[in-house]
């Protein structure tokens, strides 16, 4: 019971919070309103809190009074793979629009990544991930052959990809993740029903399988004003790494 109630309370916070009911920069109820509105202990109220604090939405604690410090909730580093638990554990609803799927030869800078030979084919989907019915993310994904033929006949927009092929023994074991911004160009600001040119957040991932062969390149762009990204470590963690690349 308590769990449930933990998870109602952060999800009515959030949606004040993005709503604009409790505006960036205003106080947080107090743990003991939460406790009385709810009909909560103080044990759920202040899990609810740390969630939020998580998401960087809130910041204060130890005494001070809780501030909504953002309205854009982040995106934990370790649920880049799946766009449909993260959407979850904000309290939001996922959802996918597939604008296309295909069996071709990838461009050449995908089919290196992927360790293919120029002549080798892939199979490519497009799809449009939204949160709550809002247009939030445009993901671009090249999966090699063996890998990906699985989805030809699946339910694109029934969920999450990854899960679907991890359920049929697809080894997709590690990534490797590259954050950078990049301006929306036409196709992505007609599909995020935002401006051209308008900034967006782009993450480039290669998944591995358990001995290190490439199964899978994608390139995700998400509306800036919907997602952000946040990375977590401590001093003596070897867990998670940033690093910041020059370029060429």
Not at 83 to 94: C, D, L, N, Q, V
Not at 106 to 125: F, I, N, R, W, Y
Not at 140 to 152: D, K, M, N, Q, Y
Not at 231 to 241: G, L
């Amino acid at each position: 019971m308590s769990t449930l109630l933990h998870a109602t309370v952060a999800a009515e916070l959030r949606r004040r919070i993005s709503s604009g009911a409790l505006p960036v920069g205003g106080p947080v109820p107090s743990e003991a309103q939460l406790c009385r509105e709810f009909g909560a202990s103080r044990g759920p109220v202040r899990q609810a809190l740390a969630a939020l604090r998580d998401d960087g939405l809130i910041g204060g604690g130890q005494g001070r009074r809780a501030v909504v410090l953002d309205a854009v909730p982040s995106q934990p580093f370790e649920t880049f793979l799946s766009f449909s638990k993260w959407a979850e554990r904000i309290g939001r609803t996922p959802g996918q629009r597939t604008q296309e799927i295909a069996v071709r030869r990838p461009e050449p800078a995908v089919a290196a990544a992927l360790h293919l030979t120029p002549d080798a084919s892939a199979v490519q989907l497009v799809r449009l991930r939204l949160l709550d019915g809002v247009p939030a993310m445009v993901e671009r994904t090249t999966f090699v052959e063996p890998i990906g033929r699985a989805l030809l006949d699946a339910d694109l927009d029934a969920g999450s990809i990854f899960a679907f092929l991890i359920e049929r023994g697809a080894d997709l074991h590690a990534a490797r993740h590259t954050l950078d911004a990049v301006a929306a160009d036409a196709a992505d600001a007609a599909l995020l029903e935002v401006a051209e040119g308008a900034p967006l957040l782009r993450e480039r991932r290669l998944t591995t399988s358990s001995t290190g062969e490439p199964l899978e390149w994608s390139d995700d762009r998400y509306r800036s004003d919907i997602a952000t990204v946040t990375i977590s470590n401590t001093r003596r963690s070897r867990a998670t790494m940033a690093r910041t690349d020059a370029g060429s």
